[in-house]
Nanobody, 123 residues
Framework: QVQLVESGGGLVQPGGSLRLSCAVS??????VGWFRQAPGKEREGVSC????????YYEDSVKGRFTISRDRAKNTVYLQMNTLQPEDTAVYYC??????????????????WGQGTQVTVSS
């Protein structure tokens, strides 16, 4: 069973940056994803990273601004978020296991996730 604990959220001004961390324990997963959910909106996939080959994928609106990475020694996955905008405001969750970590965001499927961390972008 995989357990995930997110951290690093907070309040930031538009144009600012945050780095989210996801401590992952357990096994039987070959990809870790980040998704977000804003009040009144559906869950939205943000990014994922395959642990098998290190491949990374992003939802279109965050490409060029967000970077997902993994520290194997620390069993931690990071989401570096730059040039944040108010529309990035949401609770961010990391998830594993997940299926279909591929360029096709609509296929991403999550089986377990953490408690989430709030990201608020506001002036």
């Amino acid at each position: 069973q995989v357990q995930l604990v997110e951290s690093g959220g907070g309040l930031v001004q538009p144009g600012g940056s945050l780095r989210l961390s996801c401590a992952v324990s357990g096994s039987n997963y070959d990809a870790v994803g980040w998704f977000r959910q804003a009040p009144g909106k559906e869950r939205e996939g943000v990014s994922c990273i395959r642990t098998t080959d290190g491949a990374t994928y992003y939802e279109d609106s965050v490409k060029g601004r967000f970077t997902i990475s993994r520290d194997r020694a620390k069993n931690t996955v990071y989401l570096q978020m730059n040039t944040l905008q108010p529309e990035d405001t949401a609770v961010y969750y990391c998830a594993a296991p997940m299926d279909y970590c591929t360029p096709y965001v609509g296929l991403w499927k999550y089986y377990s996730w953490g408690q989430g961390t709030q990201v608020t972008v506001s002036s």
